[in-house]
């Protein structure tokens, strides 16, 4: 199957009420291209560097979605364009794109990675956590970052089990904060490999990249 061919299986298949994320890290400019002309609007990096450079030579209707972890000190090449920052691990975070985002006259929109999987090497705060940073004086103080929702990445496992229960307890806690913060609208949890039980815990934004572009 070509990349065009991808992106217009999935959207059919995802349907409106899931936001496709389409994951171009690595990828060349044909390539993204090419799912653009699908269709595609949706990309994510996990590169500042890197999602820079094509946002500077690509179409400038392309929302970049910023999927990987973040160093507080780039924030500010990705400050002027960036549609939404998944990977918001901490306050200082937090206050460093509010920071950026004024200076640019802009409002960032982002979501807060929750830890749900085994992986040391995964990022992510928990569930109190991000209740303390949603009911902080200091981020009620920010007026140029949004926290529209909760990511999380599964555990890389062959156990699909173990994989909807992660994916459950996220749901879970994504709707408990949503009580008292009804700003939080998306849910992002789902790649090329578990995307389908994503979804199906409740998922309504899904990350993929090697079933559209192939594997790196």
């Not at 298949?13 to 609007?41: C, F, H, M, W």
């Not at 209740?131 to 555990?155: P, Q, R, W």
Request: glycine content about 6%; some cysteine; overall charge negative.
């Amino acid at each position: 199957m070509d990349i065009a061919s991808n992106i217009k299986n999935f959207k059919e298949e995802l349907g409106e009420g899931v936001t496709l994320v389409a994951i171009s890290k690595t990828k060349p400019n044909e390539d993204i291209i090419a799912a653009y002309n699908a269709g595609q609007r949706i990309f994510g990096e996990n590169k500042i560097q890197e999602m820079t450079e094509k946002q500077e030579a690509l179409p400038q209707d392309i929302e970049w979605h910023m999927v990987g972890h973040v160093q507080r000190n780039k924030v500010k090449y990705m400050a002027p364009y960036v549609s939404l920052v998944h990977a918001v691990d901490s306050l200082k975070l937090l206050k460093e794109l509010n920071k950026e985002a004024k200076k640019n006259n802009r409002s960032i929109n982002c979501l807060l990675q929750i830890k749900i999987a085994e992986e040391e090497s995964k990022f992510g705060i928990n569930a109190a956590e991000a209740k303390e940073i949603l009911e902080s004086d200091a981020f009620s103080n920010f007026k140029n970052v949004k926290v529209i929702g909760l990511m999380g990445m599964a555990t890389f496992t062959d156990d699909m089990e173990q994989v909807r229960r992660e994916f459950s307890h996220l749901r879970n806690v994504f709707e408990d904060l949503k009580q008292d913060h009804p700003q939080l609208e998306k849910l992002s949890m789902g790649m090329s490999g578990d995307y389908k039980i994503g979804i199906e815990c409740g998922s309504n934004m899904v990350r993929i990249g090697s079933s559209i572009f192939g594997e790196r």
